[in-house]
């Protein structure tokens, strides 16, 4: 017999696999909490700021009114500021104009990695806080590009103002949890850098609504109450794991590692959903989203059922 365990789908390379899981597994996808995204668990639902904008979907996207906007909340010169097609077309303009390679292993899978790994070129890459363990990088780290999708909800600000000399690459979607709207940026070292790598782009990256969106969504900010709440509930995470007899490792980000093979597909068919980190190369470790208090509850019914 066919048990729930073995229909759920493997793992991809990224996490936010949620429907294809639910559609396997008979789901309902509005059933299945998933912890396998890191999205703001308390950012303001999204749709009411998208039901107020939709008239811009009877236009051609403008960029320049929202780029002025949100270089002035990063604090930087709107000439260095390119808006993206979320965090990973940001990721994959900044890898094409300079290559380079990651700073060490493990890092974020869409970063790029030198040919030879025995010889590293060109710029060394880091997300901060780092992708997989969540540690915030010291004042005495260096890298020469950024990551900083996590920041804002590790820290309560907007960037750790380490663009001198360095390219930031960040992702909006993750604050504001609204992964659909598909908004990142870079933050190039001048402005030269910046139009190289608006070349790269298809015209019209960004969509108009993402775009018409983006002033309310910065409005309704609360970046330290946000971090606040995402460090209070990491730690109610944390509590109720360890309390199942798991090993958790926590940092600073809005996610904690958990010691525990076999922990996805457990835990898939009682409807939750977290994160395989085998493409990281941690093999029998699960990444689990921080939730909110309705979240948390329903991953502990879903560990008492799954035993």
């Known amino acids: 017999m066919e048990t729930g365990a073995s229909r759920v789908p493997a793992a991809g390379t990224h996490g936010g696999d949620g429907p294809a899981v639910a559609r396997a597994l008979g789901l309902d ?14 950012a303001p639902d999204p749709a009411e700021v998208v039901r107020r904008n939709l008239g811009a979907l009877g236009h051609y996207p403008d960029d320049r009114a929202a780029t ?3 270089a002035e909340r990063l604090g930087v010169d ?23 390679g990651v700073r060490s292993e493990p890092e974020f899978a869409l970063h790029p990695r030198d040919p030879d790994p025995a010889r590293p070129h060109g710029p060394r890459w880091r997300s901060n806080p780092h992708s997989p363990t969540g540690r915030l990088a010291g004042p ?35 604050t504001f949890a609204c992964p659909g709207l598909r908004l990142g940026y870079v933050v190039a ?42 460090a209070d509930a990491r730690r109610e995470l944390v509590d109720l794991l360890s309390a199942h007899g798991l090993t958790v490792q926590a940092a600073d980000a809005p ?3 958990v010691d525990a093979p076999g922990l ?28 909110d208090a309705d979240g948390l509850s329903c991953l502990e019914r879903a560990l008492l059922r799954s035993g």
């Open 29 to 42: 996808p509005a059933d299945l909490l998933d912890l396998s995204q890191n999205l703001n668990p308390f």
């Open 68 to 70: 002025g906007l949100l």
């Open 78 to 100: 709107p000439g260095r500021l390119l808006l993206t097609n979320g965090g990973s077309e940001a990721i994959t303009l900044v890898a094409a104009e300079l290559a380079g």
């Open 140 to 174: 005495e780290e260096t890298a020469d590009v950024w990551d900083e999708a996590f920041h804002a909800l590790a820290t309560g600000a907007w960037t750790a103002g380490r663009e001198d000399g360095a390219v930031v690459v960040g992702s909006l979607t993750k």
């Open 189 to 230: 070292r001048d402005e030269a850098e910046r139009e190289r790598l608006a070349a790269r782009q298809p015209h019209w990256s960004v969509g108009a609504l993402a775009l018409a969106c983006l002033p309310d969504l910065l409005g309704a900010a609360d970046l330290p109450g946000w971090s606040r709440r995402v």
């Open 255 to 257: 996610w904690v590692l």
């Open 264 to 291: 996805r597909d457990r835990l898939a068919p009682r409807g939750v959903l977290v994160r395989d980190c085998a493409s990281f190369g941690l093999p029998g470790v699960a990444r689990v989203a921080v939730p």
